[in-house]
């Protein structure tokens, strides 16, 4: 059975701290790996990543994936309150576009 | 303005009566697709469709149809709800390069309780 975990579950951290957020999976026929940010709302895109060792960035965020470990990483720096949120990693598969999601980190930045 | 509609918002109904749920968006992508986001679960895909006419089911498709007519279109159809159909569920759509997906739009999402 497909699997996506991410660690940890819950993260609370202080304003300007750096998170490292965690994606592993299990999927067969994988082609790609999204992370999203989703506040109290509807989930936005942050990255998708398809080859190994190549840094996804935007801004105080980045992203790398492993396709030998099966294993993603979310980087976020200098986090601020409004990085509070859930974070949410996706695994697309070849056969017909399939995603499926990981349960989410809930991440709390405090002033 | 680039988005993704779903109707109604917030929905309160009871077990067997027949409901759908709309989903339209604006961007011409070929790929839509519904999921279903439930504590401790995470986000569960339920059908996507890669373009008008093609459907095909996600992780947890039982109890759900769908039809995609129209491109703009998905409506997701709960021919009779049961209370463990009470769930937040999200609609959103993408553009293909080639097959490979690329940034999904969610809807704001529909919150349903079937009592």
């Known amino acids: 059975e497909d699997k996506v975990v991410q660690s940890p579950l819950s993260l609370v951290v202080h304003e300007g701290d750096t998170v490292t957020l965690n994606c592993s999976y299990e999927?067969?026929?994988?082609?790609?790996l999204l992370w999203y940010k989703q506040e109290k709302k509807a989930p936005t895109f942050l990255f998708m990543l398809?080859?190994?060792?190549i840094e996804k960035k935007s801004g105080r965020l980045s992203s790398i994936l492993d396709k030998k470990e099966l294993f993603s990483i979310l980087n976020i720096t200098a986090t601020q309150t409004g990085d509070s949120a859930v974070y949410l990693c996706a695994v697309e598969r070849t056969s017909g576009s399939r995603l499926t999601f990981g349960e989410g980190t809930q991440l709390t930045v405090n002033p | 303005e680039a988005q993704v509609t779903q109707n109604p918002r917030y929905l309160i109904t009871v077990t067997g009566k027949k409901l759908t749920v709309t989903c339209s968006q604006n961007m011409n992508h070929e790929y839509m697709s519904w999921y279903r986001q439930d504590p401790g679960l995470g986000l569960r895909q339920i059908y996507y469709s890669m373009n008008v006419e093609v459907t095909d089911k996600g992780d947890v498709p039982e109890g759900y149809k769908v039809s995609r007519k129209e491109k703009r279109n998905f409506p997701l159809i709960l021919e009779s709800p049961s209370p463990n159909q009470t769930s937040l569920y999200f609609c959103?759509?993408?553009?293909?390069?080639?097959?490979?997906?690329?940034?999904?739009?969610f809807g704001p999402g529909t919150r349903l309780t079937v009592t």
């Open positions: 959103a759509s993408s553009s293909l390069t080639g097959t490979l997906l690329s940034e999904q739009y």
């Open positions: 999927v067969t026929n994988f082609r790609s």
């Open positions: 398809t080859s190994s060792g």
